[in-house]
């Protein structure tokens, strides 16, 4: 637990960009770690997958209400906000979020994860906080504990969010169409999001630009007529069509777009049929897009278009049976604010060594929604996404020596 103990000692600079007592901020973040910890260890070995973040919701709703935070429930379905005002002065907004992800935990911690959950197609999977959202919330509840009691050293608003959905990518969005800023949310003038990252303790990273790719989520349906199988040309076969497709969505990356800009595309899913001997007359190829440029995302989405009318002609198929695509998340990349970049670094050189904040790095293919909690708004506040460092020192010098950097 000693990245969340440097976390509660930083988060009060670069929440509030104000003088900060480092020594009281010390000596509470300390003080509470018993207490964290127990929360952090309760939140992992009782993880929840997205939209079905009830029980952790609970505990952020009641631990904001008993330290003096307005809270309101129930935003976008689990989301939980705790609004402090404290006179005059910027609202600032830190996004923490909640969800699990259905993967079985193996790590033989005494708290692991031994959760089981039905997904909404009625299939049940275990789940585990692979992802560090167990963290992220103990991190903004030790923040808020501190923050109240630190009310004489800052002025402004403090709004915090626990927010679902994020590993799906829905759930920013869905609290914004909840009209969370109409029920009393106010809209910040800057947000603040962080995430664990297997670095060393101690590493905070802080950039300038973009840091993490756009990403669409979406399935395409290709449909056919079912059959035999000892009769494959009485039939119209969605399961080669779908397979045709995966392999000529990869001309578009290889052909299309420059290879000097970063993009993927990846098919991490394909459904269909039931049993060895029949052809189904449906199958959904689940594709994941990445992206920085919106020219490169239309690119994309135009080529797969294209690929998928050219299989349904190839294969001769009427026009109602033609590929139909299905949109889940659409989230656009994460661009930090210069100016919110250096305000915070500047403020963290106060209480950690320079060398240990990493002010360049080269931007992640892996994606975010935190952007669209004030994005689809008119108004454009100035935020700032953070990766803190979570590994042990020693386990990061093994893997390096082994290559597995």
Same mark, same amino acid.
């Given at each position: 637990?000693?990245?969340?103990?440097?976390?509660?000692?930083?988060?009060?600079?670069?929440?509030?960009g104000?003088?900060?007592?480092?020594?009281?901020?010390? /000596?509470?973040?300390?003080?509470d770690?018993?207490?964290?910890?127990?929360?952090?260890?309760?939140?992992? =070995?009782?993880?929840?997958?997205?939209?079905?973040?009830?029980?952790?919701?609970?505990?952020?709703?009641?631990?904001?209400?008993?330290?003096?935070?307005?809270?309101?429930?129930?935003?976008?379905?689990?989301?939980?906000?705790?609004?402090?005002?404290?006179?005059?002065?910027?609202?600032?907004?830190?996004?923490?979020?909640?969800?699990?992800?259905?993967v079985?935990?193996?790590?033989?911690?005494?708290?692991?994860?031994?959760a089981m959950?039905?997904?909404?197609?009625?299939?049940?999977?275990?789940?585990?906080?692979?992802?560090?959202?167990?963290?992220?919330?103990? %991190?903004?509840?030790g923040?808020?504990?501190?923050?109240?009691?630190m009310?004489n050293? %800052?002025k402004?608003?403090?709004?915090?969010?626990?927010?679902?959905?994020?590993?799906?990518?829905?759930?920013?969005?869905?609290?914004?169409?909840?009209k969370?800023?109409?029920?009393?949310?106010?809209?910040?003038?800057?947000?603040?999001?962080?995430?664990?990252?297997?670095?060393?303790?101690?590493?905070?990273?802080?950039?300038?630009g973009?840091?993490?790719?756009?990403?669409?989520?979406?399935?395409?349906?290709?449909?056919?007529?079912?059959?035999?199988?000892?009769?494959p040309?009485?039939?119209?076969?969605?399961?080669?069509?779908?397979?045709? =497709?995966?392999?000529?969505?990869?001309?578009?990356?290889? /052909?299309?777009?420059?290879?000097?800009?970063?993009?993927?595309?990846?098919?991490?899913?394909?459904?269909?049929?039931?049993?060895?001997?029949?052809?189904?007359?449906?199958?959904?190829?689940?594709?994941?897009?990445? %992206?920085?440029?919106?020219?490169?995302?239309?690119?994309?989405?135009?080529?797969?278009?294209?690929?998928?009318?050219?299989?349904?002609?190839?294969?001769?198929?009427?026009r109602?049976?033609?590929?139909?695509?299905?949109?889940?998340?659409?989230?656009?990349?994460?661009?930090?604010n210069?100016?919110?970049?250096?305000?915070?670094?500047? =403020?963290?050189?106060?209480?950690?060594?320079?060398?240990?904040?990493?002010?360049?790095?080269?931007? %992640?293919?892996?994606?975010?929604?935190?952007?669209?909690?004030?994005?689809?708004?008119?108004?454009?506040?100035?935020?700032d996404?953070?990766?803190?460092?979570?590994?042990?020192?020693?386990?990061? /010098?093994?893997?390096?020596?082994?290559?597995?950097e």
């Open positions: 637990m000693k990245t969340l103990l440097g976390i509660l000692i930083l988060f009060p600079v670069f929440s509030m104000q003088n900060i007592d480092f020594e009281k901020v010390n /000596r509470l973040a300390y003080g770690s018993a207490r964290l910890v127990e929360i952090f260890k309760d939140l992992h =070995a009782n993880p929840e997958l997205s939209f079905m973040e009830t029980r952790t919701a609970g505990i952020v709703s009641e631990e904001l209400k008993s330290l003096g935070y307005h809270v309101i429930n129930g935003i976008g379905k689990t989301g939980v906000v705790g609004i402090l005002q404290n006179g005059e002065g910027p609202v600032v907004m830190y996004r923490a979020d909640m969800d699990a992800l259905p079985r935990e193996e790590s033989g911690l005494p708290y692991a994860s031994k959950a039905r997904k909404e197609d009625g299939t049940e999977v275990a789940v585990m906080h692979a992802c560090g959202h167990d963290a992220h919330i103990t %991190w903004m509840l923040a808020a504990k501190i923050l109240v009691a009310k050293s %800052w402004g608003t403090l709004v915090f969010v626990a927010q679902p959905a994020e590993e799906i990518g829905q759930g920013a969005e869905a609290m914004v169409k909840d969370m800023y109409e029920r009393g949310v106010p809209f910040p003038d800057y947000l603040i999001g962080m995430h664990s990252r297997p670095v060393e303790v101690g590493l905070v990273q802080n950039c300038v973009p840091q993490m790719s756009g990403v669409d989520n979406f399935d395409v349906t290709f449909y056919g007529i079912g059959g035999h199988s000892s009769s040309h009485l039939s119209k076969d969605p399961v080669i069509m779908a397979a045709t =497709a995966v392999i000529n969505y990869q001309t578009i990356v290889d /052909r299309l777009v420059s290879a000097q800009n970063p993009h993927v595309i990846t098919v991490g899913s394909i459904v269909a049929g039931t049993a060895n001997n029949i052809i189904p007359s449906s199958a959904i190829v689940k594709v994941n897009l990445r %992206w920085f440029t919106e020219s490169d995302r239309t690119l994309m989405i135009d080529g797969i278009k294209r690929v998928n009318e050219g299989i349904a002609l190839a294969n001769d198929l009427p109602e049976l033609y590929p139909t695509i299905l949109y889940k998340a659409t989230d656009g990349p994460v661009v930090n210069e100016l919110m970049v250096s305000k915070i670094n500047a =403020a963290l050189k106060k209480s950690i060594p320079e060398k240990k904040i990493i002010t360049e790095s080269p931007p %992640w293919m892996v994606s975010e929604d935190f952007p669209d909690l004030v994005l689809s708004v008119k108004k454009d506040p100035a935020y996404y953070l990766f803190i460092g979570i590994a042990e020192p020693e386990l990061c /010098r093994k893997a390096a020596a082994e290559g597995k």
